[in-house]
């Protein structure tokens, strides 16, 4: 028993003399609220735009379909009854038929679209970790911490900062178009 704890302060001593040591003092912290900086940018809010702009004809196109088979419903209730059976089997067919193209297309529509919000957001997410590291850069921070801080004083939070580098990147980058990495 004795001999196992010695082996366990050994050890333990060791490891701590090998391990490097970080000095807080005279280090420059700064916060990041990251989800803030990809909400609120001027890039994030161009990027939904452009999303909007690319798959609103697919969205009207969902639309008629959903107007066509509203129709045909409306059409199997009002006349069902008084349609012959080979009408009323062809309009119910219409229905089915119908519902499964929606089904299919909405299911297309919601891949492609998180496809490319996916790669507008990777894109973006590009954009804050520079302007993170030029704002750092500037203003010399040792540290910048992002994600999982519970609490942080407004004093060593640099989102503001990191928002009007993105900013001034946006106003100075050329017009933006859907194929355009800005």
Do not use: W
């Not at 939070?157 to 990191?162: A, E, G, L, Q």
């Amino acid at each position: 028993m004795l001999k196992k704890l010695v082996h366990v302060v050994a050890v333990f001593s060791v490891m701590t003399c090998l391990s490097p040591t970080v000095s807080a003092e005279g280090s420059r912290l700064a916060v990041v609220n990251v989800s803030k900086a990809l909400e609120e940018s001027p890039q994030a809010i161009a990027a939904n735009k452009r999303l909007e702009i690319e798959f609103a004809p697919r969205n009207q196109v969902l639309l008629k379909m959903r107007k066509e088979l509203r129709s045909f419903e409306d059409r199997l209730a009002k006349q069902g009854m008084q349609m012959s059976d080979a009408q009323l089997q062809e309009l119910e067919r219409n229905v089915r038929d119908t519902k499964r193209e929606i089904r299919r297309a909405q299911e297309d529509y919601r891949e492609d679209l998180n496809i490319r919000r996916n790669e507008e957001l990777r894109k973006l997410q590009k954009r804050v970790k520079r302007a993170i590291i030029t704002v750092a850069s500037r203003k010399n921070y040792d540290i910048v911490m992002g994600e999982g801080v519970l609490y942080s004083s407004a004093r060593v939070d640099i989102t503001k900062d990191i928002l009007k580098v993105l900013e001034e990147e946006f106003k100075s980058a050329p017009s933006v178009s859907p194929d355009n990495d800005n």
